[in-house]
């Protein structure tokens, strides 16, 4: 089973900038899509940038300019930097990734088990 192991939350005043850094684990798999959600309490979790499947970029209108998304394949490593941070951007981010599993031939969606972002103003 494929973890992901998230880093790089905490507390930053507003203006400021954060970087989250989330890494896939496991044994023979392939991560096809991979990108960066967030919720708040009492509400539903959205995108906020992630990578598709076809290697393309989509980011949340609330965050374009300010949040850019990377990558690294080899280390199966997606990161999340963040700058201009204002306090509407407070929630607990979870990263997500589509994995190809070579043991089962299957496709599944694995999630992280969230890091707090808190922006003050």
């Known amino acids: 089973q494929v973890q992901l192991v998230e880093s790089g939350g905490g507390l930053v005043q507003a203006g400021g900038s954060l970087r989250l850094s989330c890494a896939a684990s496991g044994s023979r798999f392939r991560v096809n899509a991979m990108g960066w959600y967030r919720q708040e309490p009492g509400n539903q979790r959205e995108l906020v940038a992630g990578?598709?499947?076809?290697?393309?970029?989509n980011y949340a209108d609330s965050v374009k300019g300010r949040f850019t998304i990377s990558r690294d394949n080899a280390k199966n490593t997606v990161n999340l930097q963040m700058n201009s941070l204002k306090p509407e951007d407070t929630a607990v981010y979870y990263c997500n990734a589509e994995i190809f599993d070579y043991n089962s031939r299957s496709y599944y969606k694995v999630w992280g088990q969230g890091t707090q972002v808190t922006v003050s103003s």
């Open positions: 990578f598709t499947t076809a290697d393309t970029t």
